[in-house]
C-alpha cells in the first residue's frame, strides 16, 4: 500500500491503459478522479472496483482538450480528498493520417488532446501541488511515438514528441518545488486504440513478430509501471521516459 492517503487523477480513466492504472494506483491504496468523456456506465462500475479495494474513485466528465474542463478535475480532488499528489495524463487518440493527407481539423484534434491536454493537465497539478508544498508526481503517458517515426500517424508522432520535451522541460522547472515529472512510454498494447489492427490476424502476426517479447502488452503491464513512477522506489527519477515496448524500437526498423 505505498500509496496510502496519497490522491490521484487519471484521464482518460475508464478504458484501456487509463483504467488499468485507475486499479492499481488504488490497489497501492490512492484514492483516484477518474477522467472520462463517454461512457458513464463504465466509469460508475470502475468506482465500485475501486470501492471493492477499500479506496474511494470520483468519475468526473472532462473533456481534456479543454483548460476549463481540467480546472473541473483538479476541484474535484481537491473538494472530495483535499489534496493532488499524482496526475497521470493519459488520454490520447490518433487519426492515423500522413503529413499529406491530415486536415487541419485533424491535426488540431490529436494535438488539443494529447499534448495540450498533458501541458495544462502538468500546469494545473503543478500549481496545486506547489500550494501543497509537499512535492508530487506527474506522469505522461507517451509512446515510443515520441521518438520513433510512425510513417501514416504523423500528427499522432507530433504530439507525444511534443510530450516528450514537456516531460524533460517541466521536470527541470519544477525539480525545486520536489514535483516529478516522469514518462511513460508503450509499445503496442491490447486496448481500443488498437482494435482494428487486433482483428485483423495477418496484422496481428505482423506485429508480433516485430516485437522481441513476441505479443502486445497488457495494459496492466504499463499500469504497473505508472504505480512505480508514482511510489518511493522512484524518488529519484524525473526528466525522462520508461519505455515498455517489449523491447520494439531496439529491434524494428518500421511497422
Ligand atoms: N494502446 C497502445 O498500443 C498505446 C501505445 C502507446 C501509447 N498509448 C497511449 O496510451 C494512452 C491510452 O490509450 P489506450 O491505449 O488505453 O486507448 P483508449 O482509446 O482505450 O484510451 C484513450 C482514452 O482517452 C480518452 N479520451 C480521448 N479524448 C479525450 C478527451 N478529449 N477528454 C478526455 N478523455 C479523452 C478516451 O475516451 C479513452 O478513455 C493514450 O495516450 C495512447 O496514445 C497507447
Known amino acids: 500500500m505505498q500509496l496510502k492517503e496519497k490522491v490521484a487523477i487519471v484521464t482518460g480513466g475508464n478504458t484501456g491503459i487509463g483504467k488499468a ?3 492499481e494506483l488504488a490497489r497501492q491504496g490512492a484514492n483516484v478522479i477518474i477522467d472520462y468523456i463517454s461512457h458513464p456506465e463504465a466509469t460508475e462500475e470502475l468506482e465500485k472496483q475501486v470501492a471493492a ?5 470520483i468519475g468526473v466528465e472532462a473533456d481534456v482538450s479543454k483548460v476549463a474542463d481540467l480546472e473541473k478535475l483538479v476541484a474535484a480532488a481537491v473538494k472530495a480528498f483535499g489534496r493532488l499528489d499524482i496526475m497521470v495524463n493519459n488520454a490520447g487518440m490518433e487519426t492515423r493520417t500522413s503529413v499529406l493527407d491530415t486536415t487541419e481539423q485533424q491535426y488540431e484534434k490529436v494535438l488539443e488532446v494529447n499534448l495540450k491536454s498533458a501541458f495544462f493537465g502538468t500546469q494545473l497539478a503543478a ?15 507517451t509512446s515510443v511515438h515520441e521518438d520513433w517515426p510512425m510513417p501514416g500517424n504523423t500528427a499522432y508522432c507530433l504530439s507525444k514528441g511534443g510530450m516528450r520535451m514537456l516531460t524533460r522541460t517541466a521536470a527541470v522547472e519544477l525539480a525545486p518545488h520536489k514535483i516529478l515529472v516522469t514518462g511513460v512510454g508503450p509499445g503496442a498494447v ?11 490476424p495477418a496484422a496481428m502476426a505482423r506485429l508480433d513478430a516485430a516485437i522481441p517479447l513476441g505479443r502486445m502488452a497488457e495494459p496492466q503491464e504499463i499500469a504497473s509501471v505508472v504505480a512505480f513512477l508514482a511510489g518511493d ?3 529519484y527519477i524525473t526528466a525522462t521516459t520508461i519505455l515498455a515496448d517489449g523491447g520494439l524500437i531496439q529491434s524494428s526498423p518500421g511497422l
Open 127 to 141: 500549481r496545486q501541488m506547489i500550494k501543497q508544498k509537499s512535492g508530487g508526481r506527474i506522469i505522461n503517458i
Open 53 to 57: 479495494l477499500g479506496d474511494r474513485a
Open 21 to 23: 492504472i485507475v486499479l
Open 233 to 235: 522506489g522512484a524518488s
Open 190 to 200: 491490447a486496448t481500443p486504440i488498437n482494435l482494428t489492427t487486433m482483428q485483423n
